[in-house]
């Protein structure tokens, strides 16, 4: 794929990422994922290490299936009433796929999240390595989102970033 052909599907890819957890499609979502892929929200932007580090999320695929079946049960209290949440992806930038055709995305996100009365917006930056897939998909190996207040003093998060 060329330079340009290949920011432009991972361009389309990134946004319709952000579509699906827009609309509350979670087990779409998940299923971007390859599965060995894991979802990464550190608490501080240095983060090295998610496995002996606390950490806002660090989800594999079957954490991510039973975070998911929670934010489905119908009394789950932190989602009373469901929230509503916008994103928007911004300033990718994608690196040529490596030998094994593995391919670096840096982008932006920018969260607005509606829930119970509040308004609450989040920023950061997301490094990706996704994997090549049937018909020039992608699969998901690591999305990491460094939030910019990371270290902040948050309400309960429960959907994904």
């Known amino acids: 794929m060329s330079e340009p052909g290949l920011v432009a599907a991972v361009a389309a890819f990134l946004y ?14 998940r299923d971007l994922f390859a599965e060995d892929g894991v979802y990464w929200v550190p608490v501080r932007a240095e983060q090295e290490d998610p496995l002996h580090e606390v950490s806002i999320f660090y989800d594999d695929r079957a954490m991510m299936a ?8 119908p009394r789950i209290h932190a989602e009373i009433p469901e929230s509503r949440a916008i994103r928007s992806v911004g300033n990718i930038e994608v690196a040529p796929p490596d030998a ?27 490094a990706w390595q996704l994997l090549p897939g049937p018909e020039g998909a992608f ?20 959907v994904p970033f």
Do not use: P
């Open 16 to 29: 319709r990422e952000a579509r699906l957890l827009d609309e509350r499609r979670f087990e779409e979502w």
């Open 66 to 73: 039973a975070r998911i079946r929670r934010l489905r049960h």
């Open 100 to 126: 094994e055709g593995v391919v670096e995305v840096r982008s932006v996100l920018q969260m607005t999240e509606f829930r119970d009365g509040s308004q609450t917006a989040y920023h950061g930056r997301v």
């Open 139 to 158: 699969r998901i190996r690591l999305k990491r989102v460094d939030l910019v207040n990371a270290e902040g003093m948050h309400h309960g998060m429960t």
